[in-house]
């Protein structure tokens, strides 16, 4: 505390200065007068009391100064006029100066943008009530599960929602598609957020024969309703289904997913057993209860397990349920991108460090420099620790200046990150620069001077060669040269392992462009076809629908094949069944074989170029009611019949009796991601549409199209708007485009860490430049005498930059060395590529060391040229 | 100059702390207990009076507040803070033992 009460007075002192001044004035008159008064009252004459009572003072200006000095300000002066001259001297040293606030503001301005989105995404509060009490029931995933536990939970209020689905609605033209969420009824209330207009849901909404309301998104009610209140009672159509508007949330409130438009209540029909029962996707949240601990909030959801398990219509496996949990919300939210998020810290953080050598370099070489200045000034009394706090203060003026430019420069950087980041990072929209940000800016600045300005200031301090011995003449000697190694090698070491981080992700980017996908991406466009109601719930008006929609396409100019799928390739949802497959029985109690599904229609392998291995592909007579077929791909057809034939093998879904043909074998398709099915699947089967075990809610069109296919994807919702009024159409993109965006989130990872790297391996060479040309400099006489005596030129260019080269090799591999142990942390990112991959650790020495080569080759070339006769007279 | 030769460094703090002890006093009626205590033997320069006041209030050990005197005049009465008192319990100690040192010293030569 005794601390902040000097402060206040510093402050006091410096900011009220006159007013401290006056009281002080104030305070020495009345001292006077009072003893002048007790002299006169002692019989002294008035005048002669006057004089001696002055007398007793001394000297009232002396006196001043050194209660100045006793309250601190003098400290404060000193720093004042130390910053004027401080400024001075950057002012002057323009090339110095720049360069320091370049070097400065690249580094703090990424580590401001990359740590506002740090925070925004990871750090900051959920925006909802008491963020801090709402945890995720992990494997509540069941609706009836969640029902039992939302009714008899005491230590926890249960809600939860089905997670994003799209419906169509009445568009301008034709329907459209809209993303909204199905929640239960006490949703909003969990959450502890109010509508801002309206009202949420009543209670029991979510029961059958209860009113079907919807709350909208504040965002779609300004797009769709023009923010005007009249739009609550109105009715808003859903799938044919009208929905009253009952409520509209505030701004920012977007859970479950930023694209939310809307909320409506799940169904919960205990009756509707499959429903209730069958079917997984509920995502189950929890607010425990005033002074509950989560402990005893996870007691009493797991002590619900086995009961639940109990009224179940079937009999549940014994292990069903052993993963229910409870986790701290935010951490389930963001854990899909925490490694990514601290990664890209990191990665500026050794962008920072970098920076901040480079200018401590730049700073002991300026202190060399000015060596004349502070040794004169030394002699004029000054004592080392008053030049290292002048040092120390130009340093952080620097900083501050550096800190205000790199803010500036945060806010193009965050824009840029926005740009860059995959769109699917959680709250990236909240992402700005605010207040904590701006305070982090500060202290990073702050932090950053103290850094490199103490380094400079503490050898300034303990600076023999500041003792004017040698007419000023000392240089720096053998400790100038171990600061500039030391500082070589630091660069080095954390610029190798930026590098390192850099080549593995791109090494890893590189070998997903380079998986080949399995069908041909050009010339394909596709779109989402989502017929409604009427038609989804039948497989034969959906069949039919497609032949109508194809008979449509397939007469636009240059259109060559049309094809549907349930899911496009590439696309990360789970499409997949449970079977059994003949020849390779499971025991009963075994968990089955679960195998990836695509339904598609005939055309599907011509239209996306897939290749057929063996057998046939499926035909029009492959329809309901005639005998099921499938496809299986080659990888499958390896696992369960190495060395047979599978053609003529059966499969069948566990819970039919009806087998399945294989009738051919294709080639392996990455249907789920780049890098291939999740690791859980058994194999990969297609099925023919019409014969579909699930039923599709939305097909996607595929359609091979000759010449630019930008008029047809113009013309695509008009050509089905055509035959099929209720269908909404939306998703339309080229093919290519799908897969490029199943590889966006590493690139744009790979390309951000590249980029800091390339920007780290710029500001290295920028300081291993420095500090070989700072050592020309302090050779000059040196190498002089050496030329004189018949040196050759490549043994001075090696007396030069060679010993760079070996702190340099040296740093390098002690960041090799960290690297090696760090990239365990990014395993996880890494796609075909060992994460100790010999490229990604061999490279950076090299390629530093040719850096380190070009930047020397200026210092080298400065130093062969030195004139030996007028370096020695100089000298 | 206004260093009173007397007075060992960092005494005068010492009996100012122990002057305040007693009550709030301005500077002027400090100076003058001071000379009356000692028998006029410490003539403390009331010039060096007020940078040690200054002093001790930057460190928090006495307080200075402006009141109204009794002619009538703005003057600035200083207090002991409880941070003082610990400090004249510490800096009493500390002389009684040097100069129980010291005069040890004394009388064993």
């Not at chain 1, 070998?511 to 041909?520: A, K």
């Not at chain 1, 990455?670 to 019409?690: K, T």
């Amino acid at each position: 505390m005794r601390w902040i009460h000097k402060l206040h007075l510093m402050l006091r002192a410096a900011w009220r200065r006159p007013q401290v001044e006056r009281e002080m004035e104030a305070e020495l008159a009345a001292h006077l007068e009072s003893e002048t008064r007790d002299l006169i009252d002692r019989g002294v004459p008035a005048g002669e009391a006057r004089h001696r009572a002055a007398a007793t003072m001394g000297r009232l200006d002396l006196i001043k100064e050194e209660c100045r000095d006793a309250r601190g300000l003098a400290a404060w002066e000193n720093l004042k006029r130390d910053a004027a001259f401080g400024l001075r001297v950057l002012l002057k040293n323009r090339g110095f100066s720049s360069m320091a606030l370049l070097t400065m503001a690249l580094g703090i301005g990424s580590t401001t943008a990359v740590f506002s989105v740090v925070d925004g995404v990871l750090i900051r509060p959920l925006p909802f009530a008491d963020p801090g009490r709402l945890f995720y029931a992990n494997d509540v995933a069941v609706r009836g599960h969640f029902d039992v536990l939302r009714a008899n939970g005491r230590l926890a209020d249960y809600a939860a929602h089905l997670g994003m689905g799209a419906f169509n609605t009445r568009g301008r033209d034709w329907p459209e598609r809209v993303e909204g969420s199905r929640v239960s009824a006490n949703f909003f209330r969990v959450l502890g957020v109010a509508p801002l207009i309206g009202r949420d849901f009543a209670d029991g909404a979510e029961r059958p024969g209860a009113a079907r309301t919807v709350v909208l998104s504040h965002a779609f009610w300004l797009q769709r309703y023009g923010g005007r209140r009249e739009a609550l009672g109105q009715q808003l159509v859903l799938d044919e289904v009208p929905f009253e508007i009952a409520g509209v949330m505030p701004a920012g409130f977007q859970y479950p997913a930023p694209e939310v438009k809307f909320w409506i209540p799940m169904r919960l029909d205990p009756r509707a057993i499959g429903d209730y029962w069958g079917i997984n996707g509920v995502s189950t949240f929890a607010r425990l209860r005033a002074g509950v601990a989560p402990q005893a909030a996870r007691a009493e959801l797991r002590s619900w397990t086995p009961r639940v398990r109990a009224m179940f219509p079937w009999r549940m496996p014994d292990a069903w349920g052993t993963d229910v949990n409870l986790t701290e919300m935010r951490e389930q939210m963001v854990a899909g991108v925490k490694v990514r998020s601290l990664l890209l810290l990191g990665v500026v953080a050794l962008v920072l460090l970098i920076a901040i050598v480079n200018v401590a370099n730049l700073t002991i070489g300026q202190a060399a420099a000015r060596q004349a200045e502070l040794t004169l000034r030394v002699s004029l009394g000054a004592t080392p620790g008053r030049i290292a706090r002048q040092l120390l203060t130009e340093s952080v003026l620097l900083a501050a200046a550096g800190g205000i430019l790199g803010t500036l420069l945060a806010f193009g950087q965050l824009a840029l990150l926005k740009h860059w980041l995959p769109a699917g990072t959680p709250r990236l929209s909240e992402v700005s620069i605010d207040g904590r940000v701006l305070f982090f800016a500060a202290a990073v600045s702050l932090g950053s001077g103290l850094l490199f300005g103490l380094l400079p200031a503490w050898r300034a301090r303990s600076q023999r060669s500041l003792v004017p011995t040698d007419g000023g003449r000392s240089g720096m000697g053998r400790s100038g040269a171990r600061t500039g190694a030391a500082l070589v090698m630091s660069e080095a070491a954390f610029a190798t392992i930026l590098l390192v981080g850099a080549g593995l992700l791109l090494h890893s980017l590189w070998s997903m462009l380079h998986v080949d996908p399995g069908f041909r991406a050009e010339s394909v466009v596709t779109a989402e076809l989502s017929p409604g109601r009427a038609v989804s719930a039948s497989l034969d008006k959906t069949v039919a629908l497609f032949q109508q929609v194809r008979g449509r396409l397939a007469a636009y100019p240059g259109v060559q094949n049309v094809a549907a799928m349930n899911l496009l390739p590439l696309t990360p949802e789970i499409s997949a069944i449970t079977v059994a497959i003949e020849d390779h029985p499971r025991p009963p109690q075994a968990p089955q074989y679960t195998v990836w599904t695509t339904a598609v229609t005939p055309e599907h392998l011509d239209t996306l170029g897939i290749r057929l291995l063996q057998g046939r592909g499926f035909t029009e007579g492959d329809r309901e009611g005639a005998p099921p077929v499938v496809l299986i791909s080659k990888s499958t057809a390896r696992r369960y019949w190495p060395d047979g034939n599978p053609l003529g093998k059966r499969i069948r879904p566990v819970w039919k009796g009806e087998w399945q043909t294989i009738v051919g074998v294709v080639n392996d398709v990455r249907n789920y991601s780049i890098s291939g099915l999740p690791d859980w699947m058994d194999g990969e089967i297609y099925v023919p549409l019409s014969q579909a075990v699930l039923m599709p809610r939305t097909i996607s069109l595929i359609a091979r199209v000759d010449g630019a296919p930008a008029a047809f994807e113009k013309a695509l919702p008009r050509l089905i708007q055509e035959v099929c009024a209720t269908c909404a159409v939306d998703k339309i993109a080229r093919m290519e485009t799908v897969v490029s965006g199943a590889v966006a989130a590493p690139r744009s990872l790979a390309w951000l860490v590249g980029g800091f790297a390339l920007l780290a391996l710029g500001l290295a060479a920028a300081g291993v430049y420095g500090v070989v040309s700072h050592g020309v400099l302090r050779r000059t006489r040196e190498i002089g005498v050496r030329l004189a005596l018949g040196a050759s030129l490549r043994s001075v260019a090696w007396l030069v930059a060679g010993s760079s080269l070996r702190s340099l090799l040296a740093g390098s591999l002690a960041g090799l060395g960290v690297a090696w142990v760090l990239v365990r942390g990014i395993r996880t990112l890494l796609f075909g590529v060992d994460s100790h991959d010999l490229v990604s650790f061999a490279l950076p020495p090299i390629v530093l060391t040719c850096i380190a080569l070009l930047a020397s080759l200026l210092p080298m070339f400065r130093a062969a040229r030195i004139d030996p006769a007028r370096s020695l007279r100089e000298g | 100059m206004s260093k009173p030769t007397s007075l060992v460094q960092g005494t005068l703090y010492l009996l100012i702390l122990k002057i305040l002890d007693l009550e709030p006093r301005t500077g002027w009626a400090i100076s003058q207990r001071l000379r009356q205590m000692s028998n006029e033997t410490l003539q403390a320069s009331h010039g060096s009076l007020y940078p040690a006041l200054h002093k001790l209030e930057h460190e928090g050990w006495v307080s200075g507040e402006w009141r109204e005197s009794a002619g009538g005049r703005p003057t600035k009465v200083y207090s002991l803070t409880r941070a003082g008192r610990r400090q004249l319990l510490l800096e009493a100690a500390n002389w009684t033992k040097l100069s129980s040192a010291i005069n040890g010293i004394l009388e064993s030569v």
